[in-house]
Nanobody, 126 residues
Framework: QVQLQESGGGLVQAGDSLRLSCAASGRYAMAWFRQATGKEREVVASISWSGEITYYADSVKGRFTSSRDNATNTVFLQLNRPKPEDTAVYYC???????????????????????WGQGTQVTVPS
């Protein structure tokens, strides 16, 4: 059974930085999603199985960075210069059933992710 555990959320001032971590029970193609109160869940960033390919939503491009440590099966999301509109619960997700061909892709499609963490709150006060 795939297990994902996020950590690192909290209160961060606009313009500062915060790093989220997601420890997985195995090595998978991964992604970060977020859901703000009253809004639909949206993709933030994704990273391929190798870590060589990444995807970022336009709203975070240039500010957030996704990376991974394959030795520890941990994926990170570095939030630089966060804004109040980045306030949300952040979830990491894994594509545990990705084929040998598709795991090299950084997918932004929510339906392709079959395992989800419990979420970690990030709050950026205005």
């Amino acid at each position: 059974q795939v297990q994902l555990q996020e950590s690192g959320g909290g209160l961060v001032q606009a313009g500062d930085s915060l790093r989220l971590s997601c420890a997985a029970s195995g090595r998978y193609a991964m992604a970060w999603f977020r859901q703000a109160t009253g809004k639909e869940r949206e993709v933030v960033a994704s990273i391929s199985w190798s870590g060589e390919i990444t995807y970022y939503a336009d709203s975070v491009k240039g500010r957030f960075t996704s990376s991974r440590d394959n030795a520890t099966n941990t994926v990170f999301l570095q939030l630089n210069r966060p804004k109040p509109e980045d306030t949300a619960v952040y979830y990491c997700a894994a594509r545990s059933k990705a084929s040998d061909a598709t795991r090299w892709i950084a997918s932004a499609v929510s339906a392709e992710y079959d395992c989800w963490g419990q979420g970690t709150q990030v709050t950026v006060p205005s």
